[in-house]
Each structure stands twice: as C-alpha cells, then as structure tokens.
C-alpha cells in the first residue's frame, strides 16, 4: 500500500518531486529556523533538519520511520500537527507528531506518551538490584 503523501505536503507547504530512480519522492522546506527535507518512498519515510542546505554528516534532526498512515490534527493555541502512525501499531505512545507554530517554526516528537503497559519503576525491581534492608 503507497503512503499518501497530500497531508505531508500540505503540513510542509511544499510539493513533493520526483527523484531519480523515481521510487523515491523529496520535498523541502524551510522554516525560518531549519531546512527540512522529507524523503517518501512506499511506505518509509526519512526526515531530516539542519540548519544548513542539504544533508551533512550529522543533521539537527534525522528520523527514518515505516509508516502505515497520516493524519492531521490542530494542537490548541498552537497550529496544525501532522502524526505519523508507525507499521503494525496502533498505539499513540509510538506516533511521530510534527508540529507547526503560527509563526511557521516546525518541531519534531518521536514520543507522546506512556504505553498502556507502562508502571513506575519500583526499588529492587532490576534482577541486578540488591534485596531491601530489614
């Protein structure tokens, strides 16, 4: 199944275009702040940002994730966000949210919230730990 790409472009304000050897689509745009680039192919796509034109060695942001879809969601005060729910899972501690302020600055989360298996971690519960005192 092709990942529709019409919500990152309209997230972004930019068009994706094709690349060679046209499996991969790139799209790029700047926010006043950091140049992003989105890489999509079928169902994978790379996001990067860096406060420099192009890719180097190591940007401010590099994320590559399989996604299965898209969607879209306002955050209150702030602006549009764009969630990218990853293969397989439908759990929202594992979505990539990006978020868009109304000055046009984008930022990135690659972890929402706790998993409904989560606990507070507890004292001695590491195998490694020593037993409590008495």
């Not at 996604?67 to 764009?82: E, N, W, Y």
């Not at 969630?83 to 868009?100: A, C, F, W, Y």
């Amino acid at each position: 199944m092709r990942l529709s790409v019409e919500d990152i472009e309209k997230f972004f304000e930019a068009r994706f275009q094709a690349m060679e050897p046209g499996l991969v689509s790139a799209l790029r745009h700047f926010d006043g702040y950091a140049h992003w680039s989105v890489f999509c192919m079928e169902d994978c796509l790379y996001v990067s940002a860096d406060s420099e034109i192009g890719l180097s060695a190591f940007p401010v942001v590099e994320l590559t994730i399989y996604c299965s879809r898209v969607s879209t969601s306002s955050a209150g005060g702030v602006g549009p966000t764009l969630i990218l729910h990853p293969n397989d899972s439908d759990e929202m501690s594992r979505v990539v949210v990006l978020t868009r302020t109304k000055q046009g600055r984008i930022s990135l989360c690659a972890s929402v919230g706790a998993g409904p298996d989560s606990r507070k971690a507890e004292p001695g519960a590491s195998p490694n730990a020593a037993p409590p005192h008495r």
